[in-house]
Nanobody, 118 residues
Framework: QVQLVESGGGLVQPGGSLRLSCAVS????????MGWYRQAPGKQRELVAR??????TNYADSVKGRFTISRDVKNTVFLQMNSLRPEDTAVYYCNAHRTTRGVAYDDWGQGTQVTVSS
């Protein structure tokens, strides 16, 4: 199992920036990719960005050019969010996708609230 702890959410004005962090611990050797998802009130959880072991990244169309996912050698995953819009308001969740003996698992953090409002 993998433990994920997010931080960095908060209230920001439109056009502002925030950086989310996800501290990872536990069975990290089985992780194949890490991602950030978000869920707005009344909507389904959606993928925002993902980074693989090989550092390949992919983004939702709505955040391309504004958000950047990265990781460091201490196994912390970041989401740099620039030019934030009111529609980016949501709870953001860190995700670890891993495989063990051919079985896929997803681990989730507790979520961090991001509110974009003037």
């Amino acid at each position: 199992q993998v433990q994920l702890v997010e931080s960095g959410g908060g209230l920001v004005q439109p056009g502002g920036s925030l950086r989310l962090s996800c501290a990872v611990s536990g069975s990290m050797f089985s992780i194949v990719s890490m991602g950030w998802y978000r869920q707005a009130p009344g909507k389904q959880r959606e993928l925002v960005a993902r980074i693989t072991l090989g550092a390949s990244t992919n983004y939702a169309d709505s955040v391309k050019g504004r958000f950047t996912i990265s990781r460091d050698v201490k196994n912390t995953v970041f989401l740099q969010m620039n030019s934030l819009r009111p529609e980016d308001t949501a709870v953001y969740y860190c995700n670890a996708h891993r495989t063990t003996r051919g079985v896929a698992y997803d681990d989730w953090g507790q979520g961090t609230q991001v509110t974009v409002s003037s």
